[in-house]
């Protein structure tokens, strides 16, 4: 683990992130793989929308809360 400050995925945001949007693209995961995207308050809809309209989206989940179950 780092020290660093986990930073929002979209682009060119700067924001320190909050949400974790975990996802999986069946054409090219395994259905228990899952890639995660990290977002600020303000991009955790635009992300989340991307990803759901493509049918991508799994979870989303508070990022401290997601910390906790990675440490689990
Ligand atoms: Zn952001």
């Known amino acids: 683990m780092s020290d660093e400050t986990p ?32 977002a600020c308050e303000e991009h955790r809809e635009h992300l989340s929308a991307f990803l759901g309209v493509r049918g991508f989206l799994k979870d989303v989940v508070p990022l401290s809360e997601w910390e906790a179950r990675e440490g689990a």
Do not use: D, F, Q, Y
Request: aromatic letters at 10%; hydrophobic letters at 45%.
């Open 7 to 38: 930073i929002c995925s979209a682009k060119g945001c700067r924001a320190a992130a909050v949400w974790v949007l975990a996802w999986n693209n069946p054409k090219i995961h395994t259905p228990e793989r899952r890639k995660t995207w990290l």
